[in-house]
C-alpha cells in the first residue's frame, strides 16, 4: 500500500534553512501537499502541488518533488515556525495519505 | 470559510455515534469534504471523503463497512455516522474542504477546529 515517510524530528537554529523530506513510491506521478500543525490547532494548508503556496503564506515556505522524495525548505526559520509539518499524497487505491509528521524545534 | 464540527463525546466500545460539520463562506455543492482524524499525540489519518454533486463516497480500509459519510447541500453540513466503534477511533475528527473542487478530497484548504471523540469503557 501506498505510504509516505518523514524523519521524527528536525531541529534548525534560527535565521538558517530547515528541510523537511518525505519518502514515498512513484511520487513522480502524485501531487503533493505540507501542512503545519501547532499545538492544540488545527492543521493549515502549506504547500499544494508540489510548490504552490496558498495566499497568505511566506515566501519563505517552499516545496518541492524529486519523483523520489518530496522536501518542505523553511528559509531564515522563525521561533514561531516551530510546528508539526505533515506531507500528504493522494493515491488512486489509499486516499488521501499523509506522512508520520514531523516535530521542527528551532532552536 | 468555516467549517464547524460538532457531536464528538465519549461512547463505549461497540457504540455509535454521528458527528457533523456546518459549512458557510463557500459554494458547499462544488466541492468535495473529508473528514481527517487525529489520535491522541499522533498524526493525521484520512478516515473519507465524500464528492460535492453526486455523492460518491470514498472510505479508508480501517473503517469501511462501520463509518457513512454523508452531506446535505441544503443545509451546508457534511456528517459521518460511525458504528461498531472501537478503542482505536479514539481521535479528534477534523472536517476539511478540498482545495479545487474535484471529485474527492486530494488537498485540504480549510479545516475545522475538530472535534473530540473519545471510545472507552
Known amino acids: 500500500s501506498f505510504e509516505l515517510a518523514q524523519p521524527p524530528s528536525v531541529s534548525v537554529s534560527p535565521g538558517l534553512t530547515a528541510t523537511i523530506t518525505c519518502s514515498g513510491e512513484?511520487?513522480?506521478?502524485?501531487?503533493s501537499s505540507w501542512y503545519q500543525q501547532k499545538p492544540g490547532q488545527s492543521p493549515l494548508l502549506l504547500i499544494y502541488?508540489?510548490?504552490k503556496r496558498p495566499s497568505g503564506v511566506p515566501d519563505r515556505f517552499s516545496g518541492s518533488n524529486s519523483g523520489d522524495a518530496l522536501t518542505l525548505t523553511i528559509s531564515e526559520t522563525q521561533a514561531l515556525d516551530e510546528a508539526d509539518y505533515f506531507c500528504?499524497?493522494?493515491?488512486?487505491?489509499?486516499?488521501?495519505?499523509f506522512g508520520g509528521g514531523t516535530k521542527l524545534t528551532v532552536l | 470559510v468555516q467549517l464547524l464540527e460538532s457531536g464528538g463525546g465519549n461512547v463505549q466500545p461497540g457504540g455509535s455515534l454521528r458527528i457533523s460539520c456546518a459549512a458557510t463562506?463557500?459554494?458547499?455543492?462544488?466541492?468535495?469534504m473529508a473528514w481527517v482524524r487525529q489520535a491522541p499525540g499522533k498524526g493525521l489519518q484520512w478516515v473519507s471523503s465524500?464528492?460535492?454533486?453526486?455523492?460518491?463516497?470514498y472510505y479508508a480500509d480501517s473503517v469501511r463497512g462501520r463509518f457513512t459519510i454523508s452531506r446535505d447541500n441544503s443545509k451546508n453540513t457534511v456528517s459521518l455516522q460511525m458504528n461498531s466503534l472501537t478503542v482505536e477511533d479514539t481521535a479528534v475528527y477534523f472536517c476539511?474542504?478540498?482545495?479545487?473542487?474535484?471529485?474527492?478530497?486530494?488537498?485540504?484548504?480549510?479545516w475545522g477546529q475538530g472535534t473530540q471523540v473519545t471510545v472507552s469503557s
Open positions: 476539511a474542504k478540498d482545495l479545487s473542487g474535484g471529485a474527492t478530497v486530494s488537498t485540504c484548504d480549510y
Open positions: 463562506g463557500f459554494s458547499f455543492s462544488t466541492y468535495a
Open positions: 465524500i464528492s460535492g454533486s453526486d455523492g460518491t463516497t
Open positions: 512513484k511520487l513522480a506521478n502524485k501531487f
Open positions: 502541488q508540489d510548490s
Open positions: 500528504q499524497a493522494w493515491d488512486s487505491r489509499a486516499g488521501m495519505v
